[in-house]
Antibody, heavy 120, light 106 residues
Framework: EEQLVESGGGVVRPGGSLRLSCAASGFTFENYGMTWVRQAPGKGLEWVAGINWNGGSPGYADSVKGRFTISRDNAKNSLYLQMNTLRSEDTALYHC?????????????WGQGTMVVVSS | SYELSQPSSVSVSPGQTAIITCSGDILTKKYTRWFQQKPGQAPVVLIYKDTERPSGIPERFSGSSSGATVTLTISGAQVEDEADYYCYTAADNIRVFGTGTKVTVL
């Protein structure tokens, strides 16, 4: 069974840094682009960043551009999100997400998320 | 950046039809997916490529597209369909979710 398990969340002061990790299992991780999606408490889903199968073409939401960096290690079946210069508005549940359309349908996998709280 | 606009809420009586729209200029060029999210749960994809339904998704969920607007229709809404619904699209290396619609079935 496909699984994505996030870790690395926690409480951090404004201006601080955190590195989130996502461990993938049950599928061939290196075949797929991956994304990070966040959801602030009581708010909607927000795409944060994405990366293609080989680590190229990273893309970022305007709200995090220049502060967050997405990366991956296919040998470790892992996805990462380095978050710097954190702000209170970055407080959210961060999900690892795979969503792609294939020849036989849609392949969509979500992790349960890791919580990030930015507070003084 | 791209934006996808949805109504904030839709109310429907059980057995009636709920219609949720999603509008954005990018939709004239890119396909859309629809996600359903219930409280405390990860989202589930209901529709992809504007109109396709994954296996296991009830037939009462359908999607359509016209110009810069895509629509999710719940025909014969059930109490268990009460949830938040999001449209989603991908363009180059950017992804975007719609603003979300809370569907109330009562």
């Amino acid at each position: 069974e496909e699984q994505l398990v996030e870790s690395g969340g926690g409480v951090v002061r404004p201006g601080g840094s955190l590195r989130l990790s996502c461990a993938a299992s049950g599928f061939t991780f290196e075949n797929y682009g991956m994304t990070w999606v966040r959801q602030a408490p009581g708010k909607g889903l927000e795409w944060v960043a994405g990366i293609n199968w080989n680590g190229g073409s990273p893309g970022y939401a305007d709200s995090v551009k220049g502060r967050f960096t997405i990366s991956r290690d296919n040998a470790k079946n892992s996805l990462y999100l380095q978050m710097n210069t954190l702000r209170s508005e970055d407080t959210a549940l961060y999900h690892c997400h795979l969503s792609t359309v294939t020849s036989v349908g849609v392949y969509d996998v979500w992790g349960q998320g890791t919580m990030v709280v930015v507070s003084s | 950046s791209y934006e996808l606009s949805q109504p904030s809420s839709v109310s429907v009586s059980p057995g009636q039809t709920a219609i949720i729209t999603c509008s954005g200029d990018i939709l004239t060029k890119k396909y859309t997916r629809w996600f359903q999210q219930k409280p405390g749960q990860a989202p589930v994809v209901l529709i992809y490529k504007d109109t396709e339904r994954p296996s296991g998704i009830p037939e009462r969920f359908s999607g359509s597209s016209s110009g810069a607007t895509v629509t999710l229709t719940i025909s014969g809404a059930q109490v268990e369909d009460e949830a938040d619904y999001y449209c989603y699209t991908a363009a180059d290396n950017i992804r975007v979710f719609g603003t979300g619609t809370k569907v109330t079935v009562l």
